[in-house]
């Protein structure tokens, strides 16, 4: 079986090879791991400006690309059984495009999220998803919240939105025996990082905010962070590689993640990534924020735009260097045993299974993600007892 897959990754990644080296070197998390299980071609900026015929690579230069993506799809959408795709600028038109044609082609489409605090972008993703609701193969979504508006909302049938619980390299982000002597924050969309440097004003303890521009873009919660007057010297603001990333995380004796209001889960990779590396959440309870962390166990929720109860709720973890160590031991349990990312692989090369008519059981993976599975197993029975 010939899969396609479309799926944006910038122009400033670094080439098939470079990236599997990287990943052996456990310099970034293992991003390739996908595409191996489900044996794909992939169709992103490189392949477009590397792969494609001459001169349709010329025109793709002139033109946006997710654009060129759609059409290079078109052309070379009949060498494949199926198409997967994890980019909404590619997925829904191409999924109308299909519809138009009649075609038979399965096609399983990624959703990051629905709705979110971009109205003009949820506008349009919405009205694509109306139109293409029921020709699409399957939908596949990692937030209960969204899935729900999806079905109740917009009238997407329940056997066409898949929930997947989705996957962190846990082996990558993993603890790291060394002091904490800092807290941290990162990520850009729906940030309310206003209200957590308000909390951090008047206390001493030092905190990092790992973001910046994403592709080029910066978000408008970046631009309202660099806009704050007198932000105090023990809190620094900066983008950082994986590599620095997870030794942030590791120095941290927990991680901070202030919300916007949001019926999406956004912050969700941040909270992955350093439950993952066994650090408690500190995160605002908003409404699309619910499949992961669990009060008092493995984070605080704290209310929304609430900078003294953030305050209240940094210092009182802060003070408490065992508790954290309790809540981070029981984070990476549960991340080990729900979200890692071989059963988020093979979660998603079932369903590509399924949708060509192959009968495969439930989760079922080739040797390689077993004997993951089995490792991650094996960890886990040496953690703490198992959370609820």
């Known amino acids: 079986m010939k899969t396609l897959y479309i799926i944006s990754k910038g122009m400033d990644k670094q080439t098939d ?17 996908l595409e191996d299980a489900i044996s794909a071609d992939v169709l992103d900026e490189r392949y477009l400006f590397e792969k494609a015929p001459g001169l349709r690579r010329s025109f793709y230069r002139m033109i946006p690309v997710s654009i060129a993506q759609l059409l290079e799809a078109l052309f070379i959408m009949n060498r494949y059984d199926m198409v997967l795709t994890h980019t909404e600028k590619v997925s829904f038109p191409l999924s109308l495009i299909l519809k138009w044609f009649r075609s038979s082609k399965p096609h399983i489409v990624v959703l990051s999220r629905i709705t979110s605090v971009d109205m003009k972008r949820s506008k349009q993703k919405i009205w694509f998803l109306k139109k293409t609701r029921k020709s699409v193969t399957r939908f596949l979504i990692w937030s209960s919240v969204q899935r729900r508006i999806a079905i109740e909302r917009f009238g997407v049938p329940a056997d066409k939105i898949m929930l997947l619980k ?39 303890i030092p905190c990092h905010i790992a973001a910046g521009a994403s592709r080029g873009e910066i978000f408008e919660t970046i631009k309202k962070l660099h806009e704050i007057r007198d932000i105090p010297d023990h809190v620094t603001v900066g983008p950082k590689s ?18 916007l209001q949001t019926d999406s889960d956004n912050g969700l990779t941040t909270i992955l990534e350093a439950m993952s590396m066994g650090k408690p959440v500190i995160c605002t309870k908003a409404e699309g924020q619910v499949d992961i962390i669990q009060d008092g166990v493995t984070g605080i929720y704290v209310p929304q735009e609430d900078s003294e109860a953030m305050r209240d709720a940094i210092q009182s973890l802060w003070d408490d260097p065992e508790r954290c160590k309790r809540m981070g031991r029981a984070a990476r349990a549960f991340i080990v045993k729900n979200h890692n990312i071989e059963q988020f692989v093979a979660a998603i090369k079932n369903e590509i299974d399924r949708s060509v008519g192959l009968k495969v059981p439930r989760f079922q993976t080739s040797s390689p993600l077993k004997s993951a599975l089995q490792a991650n197993h094996h960890e886990l029975k040496k953690s703490e007892p198992e959370i609820n």
Do not use: H
């Open 166 to 204: 989705r996957g962190v390299d846990q082996s990558f982000w993993s603890p790291r025996e060394i002091e904490t002597d800092t807290i941290c924050s990162a990520g850009m969309e729906a940030r309310d990082y206003p209200t957590l440097v308000n909390a951090l004003s008047n206390l001493n």
């Open 17 to 33: 090879q470079e990236i599997r080296q990287l990943e052996l070197e456990d310099k970034i998390p293992r991003v390739s791991l």
């Open 242 to 259: 994986p590599k620095d990333l997870r030794m942030l995380y590791a120095r941290s004796r927990f991680v901070v993640i202030p919300l």
